[in-house]
């Protein structure tokens, strides 16, 4: 097995908050990251993760943004919270407030932050212009706390996106269609909570759509990946237990998770994916997979293809973090966007040849 050669940009972050106008005078941009990623009309086109926040004026002050509906709008309210008064809640997570359920859990009351997706745009796949509006935004009925983590599946010149859709009631994923990345349909709740880190085939295998999932179970059994297939992309089926940890020593020895779109190669279908250890280090990995049958690994690397070595990879708002929703593979390369420390867009490029050299049975 051979170490890989890893080409990180130049000009890596990509994209980082300060590059984002927030979508509203009182909000902050916490977070860039997590991107879907396809060409489109010879552009590079970036679906991004943008991660807002309440403005406050005291470290003693919580303010939480969520979607609701009022009167037929779907708007967003604010929710305030002091931290000396409201002490229900456990504020040792900047990322969430948790609470004690009345079966004794603890659990997430609150998300700190409300995401939504904007489109990014590139000639040359390294110097981005991002819209100074989103592109989805939340709705209450599905998406109350925020819309996570795009991925961009092309299917006879249909863009399908799915993303994790945020409520109370947990993390599911959505799906919506596009042709332009102007416009979109949406098609509602594809996979129910908790389900995230969804890849769909960009082609029928078999005469059936294809995707992975990571279903969370939480009495028996891990957050897993599994395979299901589909007649027409909004119910699936047929769901089959994939991969999951198999070593405790291992890189991987957390949970494993989607990552990018698969794409077809000579030797057959490449998935990257991604995979975090017990301290929650998100690293990046490959499977080969059959052609003709998607569930069946015919190699993968047992270390990582990527994993977060440089500064801006190792620091941010989630330390130690390489997290990909998306790839572009051409000209025998390929090239991952991914998310850095939970924060920032970033790019490296990997010779096909390179993966396929660090792959094992």
């Known amino acids: 097995m051979n170490n890989i050669n890893v080409i990180r940009s130049k000009n890596n972050p990509l994209i980082k908050p300060s590059d984002v106008r927030p979508s509203r005078e009182d909000f902050k941009v916490d977070g860039v ?10 552009e590079y086109i970036l679906l991004c993760r943008i991660a807002e926040s309440v403005k406050v004026d005291s470290d003693k002050e919580v303010k939480i943004p969520i979607v609701v509906n009022k009167d037929g709008e779907d708007v967003i309210e604010v929710i305030s919270f002091n931290k000396d008064v409201d002490t229900q809640y ?4 900047s990322r969430s407030l948790w609470t004690i359920d009345n079966r004794g859990a603890k659990k997430i009351a609150y998300l700190t932050s409300l995401s939504h997706i904007r489109v990014a745009r590139s000639k040359d796949g390294e110097n981005f212009i991002i819209d100074d509006e989103p592109f989805i935004k939340p709705i209450a009925s599905e998406e109350e706390w925020g819309i996570e983590d795009p991925r961009i599946t092309e299917i006879d010149g249909i863009y399908y996106i799915n993303y ?11 799906l919506v269609s ?5 416009s979109y349909e949406r098609h509602g709740i ?4 908790e389900n995230k880190d969804v890849t769909i085939f960009p082609e029928k295998i078999n005469g059936k759509y294809i995707a ?5 179970p939480c009495a028996i059994g891990g957050p897993d990946m599994w395979i299901a297939e589909s007649p027409d992309l909004m119910h699936w089926g047929k769901q089959r237990y994939f991969y999951g940890v198999t070593n405790e020593d291992s890189w991987e020895n957390g949970r494993v998770g989607g990552g990018a779109v698969p794409f077809l190669t000579e030797k057959g279908w490449v998935k990257i994916y991604h995979a975090t250890d017990k301290n929650n280090r998100y690293c990046l990995g490959a499977f080969l997979l059959d052609k003709n049958e998607p569930c069946k690994i015919l190699a993968k690397t047992n270390k990582p293809i990527l994993e977060p070595d440089a500064d801006y990879e190792r620091e ?3 330390a130690n973090v390489v997290f990909t929703c998306g790839c572009v593979f051409e000209d025998g390369i390929v090239k991952i966007y991914y998310g850095a420390s939970d924060d920032k867009v970033c790019r490296a490029d990997i010779r096909i040849e390179e993966i396929f050299a660090m792959l094992e049975v």
Do not use: E, L, Q
Not at 33 to 42: A, L
Not at 90 to 93: K, Q, R, V
Not at 190 to 193: D, E, L, R
Not at 212 to 216: A, E, G, S
């Open 33 to 42: 990251f997590n991107c879907g990623v396809c060409k489109y009309n010879n």
């Open 164 to 174: 994790t859709s945020v409520t109370r009631n947990g993390a599911a994923t959505s």
């Open 190 to 193: 594809i996979f129910a909570p």
């Open 212 to 216: 992975y999932n990571r279903p969370v």
């Open 178 to 182: 596009t042709k332009d990345f102007i």
């Open 316 to 318: 941010g708002f989630f």
């Open 90 to 93: 456990d504020y040792s997570d």
